[in-house]
C-alpha cells in the first residue's frame, strides 16, 4: 500500500505549469520514478504517446503505453477545480498511483495523489535528484 509520494521539485512544477499552459482543455502526462516500500518518487514526466488533449477525459489508448517499468501513474489537470478523480478517471486508472492537478494549478496543494481506489495520499515536494536510497 502506497502511503506518501514524493515529487521532485522541477516535476512538480512542470505539472502544473503543463496543466496551466494547456487551460482550458486537459493535459496528460506519464509520470516515471520508483517505488520503494510504501513511498513512491516521482523525478520524470513524459508526454504519452499519440495523446489527445480534449475538453473531456484526456484519454488515450492503453496500448499505446510504453512498456516501461519506471512509469508509476499518469497525471492530468482538472480545469474545473474538481481536485478528485471521477469514476472515469478511475476506470482508466494506469499503474500505482494517478495525480490530479486542479485549476488555478497555482500550488502545490493544487497536485493530489490518488491511489486506485480514489483514496487521497499524503504527498510531499523534495528537492530535485534526491533519493530513496538517501534517507
Ligand atoms: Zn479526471
Known sequence: MI?????????ANSILSSALDTYPRETILLMRGKAERDEI???DLVIPPLARHGLG????????????????GVSHSHPSGILRP??????????KIMV???????SYEDLGAFNSHGDKL??????DHDDLENR
Request: glycine share 4%; proline share 8%.
Open 57 to 72: 477525459f484526456s484519454g488515450f489508448p492503453n496500448i499505446m503505453l510504453p512498456l516501461d517499468l519506471k512509469v508509476m
Open 100 to 106: 490530479i492537478a486542479a485549476y488555478p494549478f497555482q
Open 86 to 95: 471521477s469514476i472515469q478517471d478511475l476506470n482508466h486508472f494506469y499503474g
Open 122 to 127: 499524503q504527498h510531499r515536494i523534495v528537492p
Open 41 to 43: 518518487l516521482i523525478n
Open 3 to 11: 502511503s506518501l509520494v514524493r515529487f521532485e521539485k522541477s516535476v
